[in-house]
């Protein structure tokens, strides 16, 4: 490991594996992405400009790379996920799983890590048997402000769940916020307005407002409206149809995933939440793979 390694990292988005490296201490000398999101590559580059893009993951080949140590990737989710349609290995974006048990029969890594949603055992089990190892489970609210139920399946051993370092929402948004962190979903009308006033919330039709207390908000996800910020007077207002709410900021977005402030700045507000809810929980990550360095010790 002092030597540095060389890394493959799959469906890489805006390489949130590279900052758990750095931040964990893994010495790297090379770090392949795959990755075909041209607003993910470009907040790649503008951080780790030495980063090689491979482009589309179906394309790469272990005969074109070095030595690969490390096999890294979270494969797109939305065929398993509970809040989707669970199409599993149906859905043309879950079947890229098989795009890494090929690299990873290929490359022959020293070391693999795959995260993905915490699905259907039918469909755990299927990976599982790929894989050869069990899943673990974490929840990046042991880390972070953000309840984020995720699966890891690893051969780097002695992993345990990360202690619990009590982050709560207040330690997102600023302690003298006093808001609450609410989701929407599709049951029945309810209009909102923006916090900047500027308009009546159309977006709203056919919603309803989950309140959370517990100083965690849910899951990131690629929708906007999934979690929304509303004043703590705001829940007693909803019946009037008229609470005042806004939107996650992306930084708030970052520092609930355990990414850098501005890290993904380069581009749009709406790309940096969208890749955001799409990417890993930085420090969970930083936590299984600083394991490389306690079984090298």
């Not at 599709?186 to 039709?205: E, S």
């Amino acid at each position: 490991m002092s030597m540095g390694i060389n890394v493959l990292s799959l469906f890489d988005g805006m390489s949130c594996g590279q900052i758990a490296l750095n931040r964990c201490g893994v010495k790297y000398d090379n770090y392949f992405a795959s990755e075909i999101d041209k607003h993910a590559i470009k907040v790649t580059q503008a951080n780790y400009p030495d980063t090689v893009q491979l482009g589309d993951v179906t394309q790469v080949k272990a005969a074109d790379l070095p030595k690969i140590d490390l096999l890294i990737g979270g494969s797109p989710c939305q065929g398993f996920s509970f809040s989707g349609k669970q199409l599993n290995f149906e859905d043309s974006r879950s079947k890229l799983f098989f795009e890494f048990v090929r690299l990873l029969k290929e490359v022959k890594p020293k070391y693999f890590l795959l995260e993905n949603v915490a699905m259907k055992k039918e469909y755990e089990h299927i990976i599982t048997d790929h894989l050869g190892v069990e899943p673990i489970k974490i929840n990046s609210a042991l880390v972070s402000a953000q309840t984020r139920k995720r699966l890891y399946w690893t051969n780097i051993p002695n992993i345990k769940e990360p202690a619990d370092k009590n982050i709560a929402w207040r330690d997102v948004n600023g302690r003298r916020d006093k808001s609450v962190v609410a989701a929407m979903r599709g049951r029945f009308c309810i209009n909102g307005k923006r916090q900047d006033g500027k308009q009546k919330t159309a977006g709203l039709t056919q919603q309803y407002i989950e309140f959370r207390y517990d100083s965690k908000t849910n899951a990131l996800t690629t929708v906007s409206k999934d979690n929304v910020v509303v004043p703590h007077t705001s829940p007693k207002r909803v019946l009037a149809d008229d609470f005042i709410f806004r939107y996650l900021t992306p930084v708030e977005c970052e520092r609930l995933q355990t990414v850098p402030d501005n890290y993904t700045a380069c581009v749009s507000n709406i790309q940096r939440c969208k890749m955001l809810g799409n990417g890993w929980t930085v420090d969970v990550i930083a936590h299984i793979l600083k394991s490389m360095l306690e079984e090298q010790s």
